[in-house]
C-alpha cells in the first residue's frame, strides 16, 4: 500500500514504523474473515483492513475524529488477522504507533479517560489484591457494568509453594508473578511451582519484578509500558547473568509472555536497553513450550494415576497463545493440548471456531462491555457443544472472563496437571 506521510510523521520513529507496516498491506481483506469485531458488527471499520486505512490517514495527515478513536478502540488486539494475512502485516505494530497519535489528538470524555487512567493505575498495582477484596465486600452495590468483572467469592486458598528448604534443585527458573493473576487467582502461581519442584525444578520470583507493561501498551501508554519493561529487565538481570544462571523466563499469562517476547522491539531504540531487552525476550518461555522437554519425569509420576483415568478437559487456546505467541492453531494441535493427551488427559476442543477470540483482551472487557459480551457467548456456546466437564487455558484475563459466564469450572492447564500429580 502507496502511503505518503504527513511532514510532522516523516521523521518520528512511529512514522517510519507505520510506513513500514503499511507498505506490506495489498488491501486484501482477508484478516477481516476472522475478526472478531468485524464479525460481530460487520462493520468495515470495525475489521482489520479499515483500521488500516483509518490509521493510514491519521498518518499522511488527515486529523482524527472521535469515530476514528473509537474504531481502533473496538480492536480487541488478537492478532487473529496476522495468523490469516498472507502478507505477514505486523498489524500490532501499526496499532500500537497509531493510538497514541489519535489519543493525542482526540480527547476522551472525562469519564472514559478516568477509568483508562484508574486501570492503568490500579491493574499493575500492588494495591489491586486489597482493592478487589473491597469490592467484593461491597459488590452488591456497584454498577452493574463494573459488577461482573469482581467474582462473587474471594478465591480458595492457593496450594502451598514447595518448601525452599526441600525443593533445592540445582535447576531453576524465573517465575513472573504478573499482577492481577496472584489476587485474582493465586492458584496458578502455586501450580506452576509446584510442577516445577516434581520435575526438578526450583522456580524463583525477582521480588523488584512488576508488571510486565502489557495494560500500558495496549491502553496507548507506550511510555509507560517501556518503564516497566526496563525495571523488569533490571530485577531479572542478575538471575540472568549469575555464575548459575536461570535456564528461562517462564510465563504462565500466555498475554503476559506474548508482550515480554516483544520486549526486544519494544526497547529497540533505547541503547541502554536494547541489547539487555533483547535478551530477556528470547529466553521468555510459555510453559507449554517446556512441556515436551518434561514428559518423561511428568509420565513417571502420573504412571499409576494414568490407570484409573486423569479426567477430560476442554481447552481454550487464548489468541495470544495462538496468534501472538504462534503455539497454536486451527490446523495443527499446539504444544498444552498434544503434551496433555499425550500424558493421558482426554483433551477436547471446540469444533466450531475454536481459535475465536473469547472477548476478555485484558482490559477490553471492562473498556467495551458489550462487544466483549457478545464474543464470550460465542465462545462458550463453542466450547458447551463439546459438553465439557472442565475448561483449561492458558491466560488470566481469558479464564476470568469464561468463568463470569458459566458454571463451568475454568482453570489454568497447570493447576489441572498440579492436581492431577497431587491425587
Known amino acids: 500500500?502507496?502511503?505518503?506521510?504527513?511532514?510532522?510523521?516523516?521523521?518520528?520513529?512511529?512514522?517510519?514504523?507505520?510506513?513500514?507496516?503499511?507498505?506490506?498491506?495489498?488491501?486484501?481483506?482477508?484478516?477481516?474473515?476472522?475478526?472478531?469485531?468485524?464479525?460481530?458488527?460487520?462493520?468495515?471499520?470495525?475489521?482489520?483492513?479499515?483500521?488500516?486505512?483509518?490509521?493510514?490517514?491519521?498518518?499522511?495527515?488527515?486529523?482524527?475524529?472521535?469515530?476514528t478513536q473509537t474504531h481502533l478502540d473496538h480492536c480487541i488486539g488478537c492478532r487473529h488477522c496476522e495468523s490469516t494475512c498472507p502478507s505477514g502485516v505486523q498489524y500490532h505494530e501499526l496499532l500500537a504507533v497509531g493510538q497514541p497519535v489519535v489519543d493525542a489528538?482526540?480527547?476522551?470524555?472525562?469519564r472514559e479517560r478516568l477509568l483508562r487512567k484508574g486501570l492503568m493505575t490500579l491493574?499493575?498495582?500492588?494495591?489491586?489484591?486489597?482493592?478487589?477484596?473491597?469490592?467484593?465486600?461491597?459488590?452488591?452495590?456497584?454498577?452493574?457494568?463494573?459488577?461482573?468483572?469482581?467474582?462473587?467469592?474471594?478465591?480458595?486458598?492457593?496450594?502451598?509453594?514447595?518448601?525452599?528448604?526441600?525443593?533445592?534443585?540445582?535447576?531453576?527458573?524465573?517465575?513472573l508473578k504478573g499482577c492481577v493473576q496472584p489476587g485474582l487467582r493465586p492458584h496458578i502461581d502455586a501450580s506452576t511451582a509446584r510442577v516445577l519442584d516434581a520435575i526438578g525444578i526450583r522456580a524463583?520470583?525477582?521480588?523488584?519484578?512488576?508488571c510486565c507493561g502489557a495494560v500500558q501498551g495496549h491502553l496507548g501508554d507506550l511510555e509507560g509500558a517501556k518503564d516497566r519493561a526496563r525495571r523488569n529487565i533490571d530485577a531479572w538481570w542478575p538471575y540472568i547473568e549469575s555464575?548459575?544462571?536461570?535456564?528461562?523466563?517462564?510465563?504462565?499469562?500466555?498475554?503476559?509472555?506474548?508482550?515480554?517476547?516483544?520486549?526486544?522491539?519494544?526497547?529497540?531504540?533505547?541503547?541502554?536497553?536494547?541489547?539487555?531487552?533483547?535478551?530477556v525476550a528470547a529466553m521468555a518461555r510459555d510453559p507449554g513450550e517446556m512441556l515436551a522437554g518434561w514428559m518423561p519425569q511428568l509420565k513417571r509420576k502420573l504412571a499409576k494415576?494414568?490407570?484409573?483415568?486423569?479426567?477430560?478437559?476442554?481447552?481454550?487456546?487464548?489468541?495470544?497463545?495462538s496468534h501472538a505467541q504462534k503455539l497454536s492453531s486451527a490446523a495443527k494441535p499446539g504444544p498444552i493440548e498434544s503434551g496433555l493427551r499425550e500424558l493421558g488427559f482426554e483433551v477436547k476442543l471446540a469444533m466450531q471456531d475454536s481459535h475465536q477470540c473469547c472477548g476478555a483482551g485484558g482490559a477490553y472487557s471492562v473498556l467495551q462491555p458489550e462487544l466483549s459480551k457478545q464474543l464470550r457467548d460465542l465462545k462458550l456456546k463453542a466450547l458447551q457443544a463439546t459438553e465439557p466437564q472442565l475448561i483449561a487455558s492458558a491466560n488470566i484475563g481469558c479464564i476470568v472472563h469464561l468463568q463470569?459466564?458459566?458454571?463451568?469450572?475454568v482453570k489454568h492447564?497447570?493447576?489441572?496437571?498440579?492436581?492431577?500429580l497431587s491425587r
Open 305 to 321: 494415576k494414568v490407570q484409573t483415568g486423569l479426567g477430560a478437559v476442554t481447552f481454550h487456546p487464548p489468541c495470544s497463545l
Open 105 to 110: 489528538q482526540v480527547e476522551r470524555p472525562w
Open 404 to 409: 463470569a459466564g458459566t458454571n463451568t469450572p
Open 123 to 175: 491493574m499493575p498495582s500492588p494495591w489491586f489484591a486489597p482493592a478487589l477484596k473491597l469490592g467484593q465486600a461491597v459488590r452488591p452495590l456497584l454498577p452493574a457494568a463494573l459488577r461482573e468483572h469482581v467474582p462473587a467469592r474471594p478465591p480458595m486458598a492457593a496450594p502451598a509453594w514447595p518448601d525452599p528448604r526441600k525443593s533445592l534443585h540445582a535447576r531453576r527458573m524465573l517465575l
Open 1 to 67: 500500500m502507496q502511503t505518503q506521510l504527513a511532514p510532522e510523521h516523516q521523521s518520528t520513529p512511529e512514522g517510519r514504523k507505520a510506513q513500514e507496516v503499511l507498505r506490506q498491506c495489498v488491501h486484501c481483506g482477508f484478516c477481516n474473515a476472522t475478526c472478531p469485531t468485524y464479525r460481530v458488527t460487520g462493520n468495515e471499520l470495525d475489521g482489520p483492513r479499515g483500521r488500516i486505512y483509518l490509521m493510514k490517514q491519521v498518518f499522511e495527515g488527515q486529523a482524527p475524529t472521535r469515530t
Open 243 to 279: 555464575p548459575t544462571p536461570v535456564e528461562a523466563l517462564l510465563i504462565n499469562a500466555s498475554g503476559c509472555g506474548a508482550w515480554v517476547k516483544d520486549y526486544g522491539s519494544l526497547l529497540a531504540d533505547d541503547p541502554a536497553y536494547a541489547d539487555k531487552a533483547s535478551r
Open 204 to 210: 524463583v520470583v525477582a521480588s523488584s519484578s512488576t
Open 413 to 420: 492447564w497447570l493447576e489441572v496437571l498440579d492436581e492431577a
